[in-house]
C-alpha cells in the first residue's frame, strides 16, 4: 500500500512538473554531477566487465539472453499497449511472447522475428505521454542513466506491476532477484559497447549529446515513430541568401578585355621585336582559357557595380549607316597587314619555320 502511494505521489508530481516546465533540463548542475559518477563507475566498473563478458561469451549465448530479457519485457509491452488501446498491436505482441516462450525455450530463440511478427516497445513513461502528459524535467539516474520525471514514475510503475522480475523479490528470492538483475544490467550494457564509444570520440559535450538523443527517442516513441519537428529544429543560422548571384558573361568579357589588349600590343611593337610579341600573344591566350577565380569574383563584382562600363570602348561602332567597317575590324586588319610586311622584311636566315 505504501508502494502504491509513493507511485501515485511520483505520478502526480510527474504530470505537475510536464506543465510548469520549459526548460528541458532545469536541474542541470545535479545531472552533470549524477552523469560524471555513472560516467567513472561506467569507465572502471561496468564497461571493463561488459568487454570481458563480450570477449569470453559466445555470440549464441549472449543472444540468447538478450532474447530471453527482451522477451520479458514483452509483458510490459502488452500491459501498455491495452493502456493506449492499441488491441491490434497487443495481440500481435502476446503473440510473439506465447510463440517465443513455447517454441523458443522460455525466450531465448527468438522465432516470432523468424516469422517476420513485429516488435513494439511500449512503457508506461510512454502511456503517459500518449495521453498527453508532458515529459517534465529531464532527469540522469544513478547507474540507470537518462530520464525524465515523466519516465521515472513510469520505470517505478512497470517495475511494480508488470516486471516479471519483481516477482522474484516479492516472493522472498532475494538473492535470485538481484543476480538475474545484474545478469540484465550486464546484457544491457553489453549492447551499448559500441554505442558508448561512438557518443565518446564524436561528441564534443557527451552529456549534452546524450541529454538530446534521449529525448528525441522517447518523443519518437510516444509518437510511433515520428518525432516533432521543435526537437529537428537546427541551431545553426541559416547561410546567407542575399548575396546577388553573379553574372556568367563576365569572363566573356574579360576574354575580349585581354584579346583587345593584345592586338594593342601587336600594333605597337616594333618588327625587330615579334617573338617578345608572340610570346605575350600565347600568354594572353591562357589567361583567357583559364581564368583565376581572384579575377573572376573581382569582373564580377564590377559587372554588377558599374553594368554601363563593362564593354571596353573599341567595341561600339563608328558607323551608323552600316557602309564602314568597325573599328576592331579596321585595327585588326591592319595589324595583320604589319605583322606580314615585318614577316617579308626579315632575311631568310631568320625567318620562322
Given at each position: 500500500m505504501k508502494k502504491l502511494r509513493a507511485i501515485?505521489?511520483?505520478?502526480?508530481?510527474?504530470?505537475v512538473s510536464g506543465c510548469a516546465t520549459t526548460n528541458k533540463d532545469p536541474l542541470e548542475g545535479l545531472n552533470r554531477g549524477i552523469y560524471k559518477f555513472n560516467d567513472v563507475a561506467d569507465r572502471y566498473a561496468m564497461k571493463p566487465v561488459a568487454k570481458a563478458y563480450k570477449a569470453v561469451a559466445p555470440s549464441p549465448v549472449r543472444t540468447g539472453i538478450s532474447n530471453f530479457f527482451s522477451n520479458l519485457g514483452t509483458l510490459t509491452t502488452v500491459v501498455n499497449d491495452?493502456?493506449?488501446?492499441?488491441?491490434a498491436?497487443?495481440?500481435?505482441?502476446?503473440?510473439r511472447f506465447v510463440i517465443n516462450t513455447t517454441f523458443g525455450v522460455v525466450g531465448l530463440i527468438d522465432v516470432a522475428s523468424m516469422d517476420n511478427i513485429p516488435k513494439h516497445q511500449e512503457d508506461f513513461g510512454q502511456t503517459l505521454g500518449y495521453w498527453g502528459m508532458g515529459s517534465g524535467a529531464y532527469l540522469v539516474l544513478p547507474i540507470l542513466g537518462p530520464s525524465t520525471v515523466r519516465d521515472a514514475s513510469g520505470l517505478a510503475i512497470d517495475t511494480v506491476t508488470s516486471d516479471p522480475i519483481q516477482y522474484l523479490h516479492n516472493?522472498?528470492?532475494?538473492?535470485?532477484?538481484?543476480?538475474v538483475r545484474a545478469v540484465q544490467l550486464l546484457d544491457?550494457?553489453?549492447?551499448?559497447?559500441?554505442?558508448?564509444?561512438?557518443?565518446?570520440?564524436?561528441?564534443?559535450d557527451p552529456y549534452a549529446f546524450m541529454r538530446d538523443a534521449y529525448l528525441q527517442r522517447r518523443a519518437s516513441l510516444i509518437q510511433d515513430g515520428l518525432v516533432p519537428q521543435e526537437l529537428l529544429q537546427d541551431e545553426f543560422e541559416p547561410a546567407d541568401e542575399d548575396v546577388p548571384?553573379?553574372?556568367?558573361?563576365?569572363?566573356?568579357?574579360?576574354?575580349?578585355?585581354?584579346?583587345?589588349q593584345s592586338v594593342t600590343s601587336v600594333d605597337q611593337a616594333e618588327p625587330g621585336n615579334m617573338a617578345a610579341v608572340v610570346v605575350s600573344e600565347s600568354q594572353a591566350v591562357e589567361s583567357i582559357a583559364a581564368p583565376t577565380l581572384d579575377e573572376v569574383d573581382a569582373l564580377a563584382f564590377e559587372a554588377t557595380a558599374q553594368p554601363e562600363e563593362v564593354l571596353?570602348?573599341?567595341?561600339?561602332?563608328?558607323?551608323?549607316?552600316?557602309d564602314e567597317m568597325p573599328v576592331v575590324e579596321k585595327e585588326a586588319a591592319e595589324v595583320v597587314a604589319a605583322i606580314d610586311e615585318t614577316l617579308m622584311a626579315l632575311p631568310a636566315e631568320t625567318a620562322p619555320q
Open positions: 501515485v505521489l511520483i505520478a502526480t508530481l510527474a504530470s491495452l493502456l493506449q488501446l492499441k488491441f498491436q497487443a495481440f500481435s505482441d502476446a503473440g516472493i522472498g528470492q532475494v538473492r535470485t532477484y538481484y543476480q544491457k550494457r553489453t549492447q551499448l559497447l559500441d554505442a558508448t564509444d561512438l557518443v565518446d570520440n564524436a561528441s564534443i548571384a553573379k553574372p556568367a558573361a563576365s569572363s566573356s568579357n574579360n576574354g575580349e578585355t585581354v584579346l583587345l571596353p570602348p573599341l567595341l561600339e561602332q563608328t558607323s551608323e549607316t552600316g
